[in-house]
């Protein structure tokens, strides 16, 4: 794994200063790759690079050129298919120089120019730029599992695996685009190709960006087409998954550096290591951290998978120590992102660089296997109900208990249908966001100062997250809102903490279960098949019978979660009152900081859980002290002008 940036000219030549400051920016991703830095100049392009030597350690270091020069490299990834693709270029004549899969993207874009981007198996975020036809190619995986910015600032296209890296830039420009600041309130993260300064983008998953004096090019390059039309079942299917899923591990397992796994006790990460177990034998090096809260914690599951498997096993009970990891954290991701579990998956993965470097995961699982019991059977039960509505008359009557419904935490899990009752009388896509948001829209606004809305369109974001659940030509609302997932919910939220988390401590992670075979084919089972009475992740528990100890199959999905309403009760809330009360944090230029007051209140009382949503307000408030460290003025005119843009 890798950290890659560059700069183009998109017409003329490269500015000196501009040429000169590749060191700076590539410095910035030293935490990507500790294993050395290359960079790269001409006078129309400047490419940096950072290394994490896993594949061809002596051999593969980069920027690296072709035979005669003209085409030059970086790439930040792993390609499983490398070998084959050798053979394949080797027949059309082609030179290797190494043993890396680098060298393989290399010949197969001199071989096939941007059609080589569907040839690659693998996840990868990769430049190339070509002299002679003076152009620069940006290709993303298509999950989106490595990350690709770029920010066009004069006439020079800048593209960077982080934020920081173009930032260091003599050409950066810190201008602050707030007009989706409603929608990361809402879901926690800002939504590709959006990011919250107005120059820069993220290049989305399943997209190459073509660049050349003519302009800039987006394209998509890869999509899941096909649905519900897998013939299968039973033991035939069971045998095609297990198959499938056996094969994405065995790819995975090509390292010069120690390889293993994280366990977090659950399914997807259990079979996992059962397939590693499979190829490898015993031995393999398993990690896993808890809290000692007993709600946050999975490791005497993972225990039993791990003896069973008779892995390596590391096991930590951590305390988290939030506010001394916070602010490395937050200066992560270089945007707000509020998604707690990035604190968990920082600790395992700073456990796991002390015995490995390589680790695989179970990331995946849940999207395309329907793992998410809160979300998905009610989306389902969601949509027959709707079904039997009288009309207009009965929606709108439905709509109205729904808000009336007492909402109290101390009400019994079962008596708690006023969301249920709300998503009823919504459309389906609407329901959709509604339930994947972490903050009520509604709230959301009302953090804003703006007026609760019952429209949930009104988010400026709104018509971005339920595209994808629109365009799915799957009749079921259960694949379309999984569909959906992954093209925002993956891609936007748990890919993007898995690559920062994991990479601040230089470790790379691969996830069999994200294989673009493995997701094809299970959107390719109906879900009556996939999820028999809506049982969740029945296809991968049936597995799990098979595989893991007695028990692993039936536990119920756990997450891996952080006790953020316990923190901000509790050892945060002093400096949360500092940082987001003070008269000097610059986030009151962005909220209404006299309704985040109240519900700090409120929930340092315990008459309300009000967790999620003070999580997003300080993830906001230690971005924004980040970004004015950077020179960036955030102020209310900014709010007002793009509040007022996104109406």
């Known amino acids: 794994m890798c950290g890659i940036c560059g700069v183009f000219a998109l017409d003329r030549t490269l500015e000196p200063r501009l040429q000169s400051s590749i060191h700076d920016m590539a410095s910035t991703l030293a935490h990507r790759g500790p294993d050395g830095q290359g960079v790269f100049t001409d006078h129309v392009a400047a490419l940096g690079h950072r290394r994490l030597a896993i594949i061809d350690r002596e051999g593969g270091a980069q920027p690296m050129a072709n035979e005669d020069g003209s085409c030059w490299i970086v790439f930040n990834g792993e390609i499983y298919n490398h070998q084959v693709l050798r053979r394949q270029l080797l027949k059309r004549g082609h030179v290797f120089r190494t043993r890396s899969d680098t060298e393989a993207i290399l010949h197969a874009y001199e071989e096939f120019g941007a059609a080589c981007v569907p040839l690659l198996e693998g996840m990868f975020a990769f430049a190339i730029y070509d002299a002679r036809r003076r152009s620069l190619l940006l290709a993303r995986d298509r999950l989106g599992k490595k990350p690709i910015y770029y920010a066009t600032f004069g006439r020079a296209l800048h593209f960077a695996s982080e934020i920081k890296a173009l930032a260091a830039s003599p050409a950066w420009d810190p201008a602050i685009d707030l007009s989706q600041l409603e929608g990361y309130l809402s879901l926690g993260y800002f939504v590709a190709p959006a990011t919250p300064y107005r120059h820069v983008h993220k290049l989305p998953a399943g997209h190459w960006l073509r660049a050349t004096a003519s302009g800039i090019e987006v394209r998509r ?341 952080a006790p953020v309403s316990e923190w901000l009760a509790g050892p945060c809330a002093d400096r949360f009152r500092e940082e987001v009360f003070s008269s000097a944090a610059s986030v009151r230029d962005l909220v209404d900081i006299n309704f985040v007051r109240r519900l700090f209140k409120e929930h340092r009382r315990r008459r309300a859980d009000h967790g999620q949503v003070l999580w997003t307000i300080w993830m906001l408030a230690k971005w924004s002290e980040m970004a004015a460290a950077r020179r960036v003025t955030i102020g209310r005119r900014d709010l007002a002008t793009a509040v007022a843009s996104a109406s």
């Open 221 to 561: 390059y890869w999509d899941i087409e096909r649905f519900d039309d897998h013939p299968g079942g039973g033991e035939v299917l069971e045998e095609e998954i297990d198959a499938t899923i056996g094969a994405a591990v065995r790819e995975r397992l090509e390292s010069e550096v120690p390889l293993g796994a994280f366990l977090s006790g659950g399914v997807d990460s259990g079979l996992v290591v059962s397939f590693m177990a499979d190829a490898l034998g015993a031995g393999v090096t398993t990690t896993s951290v808890g809290f000692n809260e007993a709600a946050h914690n999975e490791l005497e599951a993972a225990a039993l998978t791990a003896a069973k498997f008779h892995t390596n096993h590391h096991v930590e009970i951590v305390d988290p120590a939030v506010e001394q990891v916070i602010d490395r954290i937050v200066g992560a991701f270089d945007e707000p992102f509020a998604d707690a579990s990035a604190i968990p998956t920082f600790h395992v993965a700073s456990m796991a660089r002390r015995h490995v470097t390589v680790v695989l995961s179970g990331d995946g699982g849940d999207e395309a296997f329907g793992g998410y019991t809160s979300r998905y059977a009610p989306h389902a039960v969601e949509s027959v109900a709707r079904t039997l509505l009288p009309g207009a008359a009965g929606q709108a009557a439905v709509g109205w208990l729904g808000r009336a419904w007492p909402r109290s935490r101390h009400m019994p899990r079962a008596l708690r249908w006023g969301t249920l009752l709300e998503n009823i009388s919504r459309d389906p896509a609407a329901a959709y966001y509604a339930d994947l948001c972490m903050v009520r829209p509604e709230v959301a606004r009302q953090l804003l100062g703006l007026p609760p809305s019952r429209d949930l369109s009104d988010s400026p974001v709104y018509d971005a997250v339920t595209e994808p659940y629109r365009r799915c030509p799957s009749t079921s609302p259960v694949q379309r809102a999984q569909y959906a997932d992954v093209q925002i919910y993956l891609a936007n939220d748990v890919l993007v903490k898995v690559d920062r988390m994991t990479m601040q401590h230089s470790v790379e992670v691969r996830a069999p279960l994200l294989d673009r075979r493995v997701i094809e084919l299970a959107f390719r089972i109906p879900v009556h098949k996939k999820m028999p009475r809506l049982r969740s992740k029945y296809l991968l528990r049936q597995l799990a019978r098979k595989r893991l100890p007695p028990g692993i199959a039936t536990l119920p999905k756990h997450g891996f979660s």
